[in-house]
């Protein structure tokens, strides 16, 4: 699964079920369940798929002070401790091949010795985190496979079986079926991630190109990268340590022998390392894996609150000092943050402790807390701060939301008669438009937004049609024509509150 510009850090060997015992293996860099095409080609950059505390190693003590002289003393006593708790993991599964698109030929390939079902054996890494053998691992890596096998780093091999995965995060544990038989093996303990700077030195433990066990050192180069289009849910840290197709699934540990991630993805141009790698976070890793183990999947934490990334034009507007955080933009009444002393307009900047940087960080913190759990969140309410607990309910389904994706045309079908307001094109709320675009029955008023007019205010404003205008300088809008005269009797900026489906955001439009 490939969802943008990063490539997924399995290693796939592909062998014909009609050549197993003699044709030699074709190596490709696996995206998800498929080959990457034109490796090596200057194109548009790939991403590719990285606490019992060991003994002697940040057991009760913070780990040493690095001089020039001893850096590599550290470093070497480190890995001695973390190499043995990751495996190198191997999964089959039977995979189609895709017609070529010449039928005469696809017809044939029978009989010329292609075509037909292939075995697929991906090649990856994992971490093990408890006694009992439960290993920690990219979804990616284990994906659709018939058989796994884990091999650890004094050569023992053993079956595998998958307990839970999650494709929305990439995350999947595994379990050894060990007969019994003690593994001898120290678990990694979980670092908190939450802790990282940039700057600070991490090692990559993994399995690249299915060389072996290989250890590579570098440094935290930033942390909370997100939109990168990996997962569905992301919040990586970004390392230059070497990772490669084969690490998925390894570990990213801090010089305490501490597990903080799970490597991922790598941005590449040619499917190796250039320097920019991707983990998913312990602080988000370890409650999905506790889910997967206690469950089989993941339950998702909701707090029933639309929020938007505190940008310095958002803060100005709302006369607020700039600074990082979220904003309230709305607050679900059937949803927990109802039942608490959060209101629109508070700027959330922290839960449980850990800074709120974006919009994007908090769904994912609050997400993966699970539901039940109980978050502290910490918020601003007109420069004052204050501290509220709330215990999460679970994610409801989504309903379907409007076609399409964000972008500055018109609805062809719609926009006809519609009203022009700043360069939005609106029109009324009815069951037609409610139909179009898949509204929400719980909105009742607004005005629906059918595409921008180029060149105008509202051109490069992130909305989209079937967006439903509400509200405009905190005043509800209950027409296209209300709405215009509002923003007509604005001053310099006017304030919209936009919703799409359940989620609401605030949209700047200018004079």
Same mark, same amino acid.
């Given at each position: 699964?490939k969802?943008g510009g990063g490539?997924?850090l399995?290693l796939?060997l $592909?062998?014909?079920?009609s050549?197993?015992?003699?044709s030699?293996?074709?190596?490709?860099?696996h995206?998800?369940?498929?080959?990457?095409?034109g490796?090596g080609v200057d194109e548009?950059p790939?991403v590719?798929?990285?606490?019992?505390v060991?003994?002697?190693?940040?057991?009760?003590?913070p780990?040493?002070s690095?001089?020039?002289?001893?850096?590599q003393?550290?470093t070497?006593e480190?890995?001695a401790?973390?190499l043995?708790s990751v495996v190198n993991?191997?999964?089959?599964r039977v995979?189609e091949d895709a017609?070529?698109?010449?039928?005469?030929?696809?017809l044939?390939r029978?009989?010329l010795?292609?075509g037909?079902?292939r075995?697929?054996?991906?090649? !990856?890494s994992g971490?093990?985190?408890s006694?009992?053998?439960?290993?920690l691992?990219?979804?990616?890596v284990v994906?659709? %496979?018939t058989?796994i096998r884990v091999t650890?780093?004094d050569?023992r091999?053993?079956p595998?079986?998958?307990v839970g995965s999650?494709?929305?995060?990439?995350v999947a544990?595994?379990?050894?079926?060990?007969?019994g038989?003690?593994l001898?093996?120290?678990?990694l303990a =979980?670092?908190?991630s939450?802790a990282?700077?940039?700057g600070?030195?991490?090692l990559?433990?993994g399995?690249?190109?299915?060389v072996g066990q290989?250890?590579?050192?570098?440094?935290?180069?930033?942390?909370g990268?997100a939109?990168?289009?990996i997962?569905? =849910?992301e919040?990586?840290?970004q390392?230059d340590?070497a990772?490669?197709?084969?690490?998925s699934g390894?570990?990213?540990v801090?010089l305490?022998g501490?597990?903080?991630g799970?490597?991922?993805?790598?941005?590449?141009?040619?499917?190796g390392?250039? !320097?920019?790698?991707?983990a998913?976070p312990?602080?988000m890793?370890?409650?999905?894996a506790?889910?997967l183990?206690?469950?089989?999947h993941v339950t998702r934490?909701?707090?029933g609150? %639309?929020?938007?990334?505190?940008?310095?034009?958002l803060?100005?507007s709302?006369?607020l000092r700039g600074g990082?955080?979220?904003?309230?933009?709305?607050?679900e009444q059937?949803?927990p943050?109802?039942s608490?002393d959060?209101r629109?307009s508070d700027?959330?900047?922290?839960l449980d402790?850990?800074?709120?940087?974006?919009s994007r960080?908090?769904?994912?913190?609050?997400?993966t807390?699970?539901?039940g759990?109980?978050?502290r969140?910490t918020?601003?309410?007109?420069?004052e701060a204050g501290?509220?607990?709330?215990t999460?309910?679970?994610?409801p389904?989504?309903?379907g !939301?409007?076609?399409?994706?964000?972008?500055?045309g018109?609805?062809?079908a719609? $926009?006809?008669g519609a #009203?022009?307001?700043?360069?939005l094109?609106?029109t009324?709320?009815t069951?037609?438009?409610r139909?179009r675009y898949g509204?929400?029955?719980?909105?009742?008023r607004g %005005?629906?937004i059918?595409?921008t007019?180029? !060149?105008s205010?509202?051109a490069?404003? /992130? $909305?989209?049609?079937g967006?439903v205008?509400?509200?405009?300088n905190?005043q509800?809008? #209950?027409s /296209?024509?209300?709405?215009s005269?509002?923003?007509?009797?604005?001053?310099f900026?006017?304030?919209l509150?936009v919703?799409?489906g359940?989620?609401?955001?605030?949209?700047?439009l200018r004079?």
């Amino acid at each position: 699964m490939k969802k943008g510009g990063g490539l997924l850090l399995g290693l796939n060997l $592909v062998l014909s079920l009609s050549a197993i015992g003699g044709s030699s293996a074709a190596i490709w860099l696996h995206f998800h369940d498929r080959p990457a095409e034109g490796a090596g080609v200057d194109e548009e950059p790939s991403v590719e798929p990285a606490r019992p505390v060991p003994d002697g190693v940040g057991a009760g003590r913070p780990a040493p002070s690095l001089g020039l002289g001893d850096t590599q003393v550290q470093t070497a006593e480190v890995a001695a401790r973390c190499l043995p708790s990751v495996v190198n993991i191997s999964t089959r599964r039977v995979v189609e091949d895709a017609a070529s698109g010449n039928p005469f030929f696809d017809l044939l390939r029978p009989f010329l010795g292609g075509g037909g079902p292939r075995e697929a054996q991906s090649l !990856g890494s994992g971490v093990i985190v408890s006694e009992e053998g439960v290993v920690l691992t990219n979804h990616h890596v284990v994906a659709d %496979a018939t058989e796994i096998r884990v091999t650890l780093s004094d050569g023992r091999e053993l079956p595998a079986i998958t307990v839970g995965s999650d494709p929305e995060s990439d995350v999947a544990v595994l379990r050894l079926q060990s007969q019994g038989q003690p593994l001898g093996v120290h678990p990694l303990a =979980y670092g908190d991630s939450s802790a990282l700077r940039q700057g600070d030195v991490v090692l990559a433990i993994g399995n690249p190109f299915g060389v072996g066990q290989t250890v590579t050192m570098g440094i935290v180069s930033a942390v909370g990268r997100a939109s990168m289009g990996i997962t569905d =849910y992301e919040d990586f840290i970004q390392t230059d340590a070497a990772i490669n197709p084969g690490n998925s699934g390894g570990a990213l540990v801090n010089l305490r022998g501490e597990l903080i991630g799970i490597n991922t993805a790598i941005l590449s141009r040619t499917g190796g390392s250039h !320097g920019i790698g991707f983990a998913i976070p312990s602080n988000m890793a370890q409650p999905l894996a506790e889910a997967l183990l206690r469950d089989g999947h993941v339950t998702r934490g909701w707090l029933g609150v %639309a929020i938007q990334d505190l940008t310095p034009q958002l803060a100005r507007s709302m006369g607020l000092r700039g600074g990082r955080g979220v904003v309230v933009m709305d607050v679900e009444q059937s949803g927990p943050a109802a039942s608490v002393d959060l209101r629109r307009s508070d700027v959330i900047t922290g839960l449980d402790g850990e800074t709120i940087r974006s919009s994007r960080q908090f769904r994912n913190l609050v997400a993966t807390r699970g539901a039940g759990a109980d978050i502290r969140i910490t918020r601003q309410r007109g420069g004052e701060a204050g501290e509220v607990r709330v215990t999460l309910a679970e994610r409801p389904a989504r309903g379907g !939301g409007p076609p399409g994706s964000p972008g500055s045309g018109a609805d062809p079908a719609s $926009v006809d008669g519609a #009203t022009d307001v700043g360069g939005l094109l609106v029109t009324p709320l009815t069951d037609a438009m409610r139909s179009r675009y898949g509204i929400p029955r719980d909105l009742t008023r607004g %005005a629906v937004i059918v595409g921008t007019r180029d !060149g105008s205010p509202a051109a490069a404003a /992130p $909305v989209q049609p079937g967006d439903v205008v509400v509200e405009i300088n905190g005043q509800p809008v #209950t027409s /296209p024509e209300q709405l215009s005269s509002a923003y007509d009797g604005s001053l310099f900026v006017a304030m919209l509150r936009v919703r799409r489906g359940v989620d609401t955001r605030l949209v700047i439009l200018r004079r």
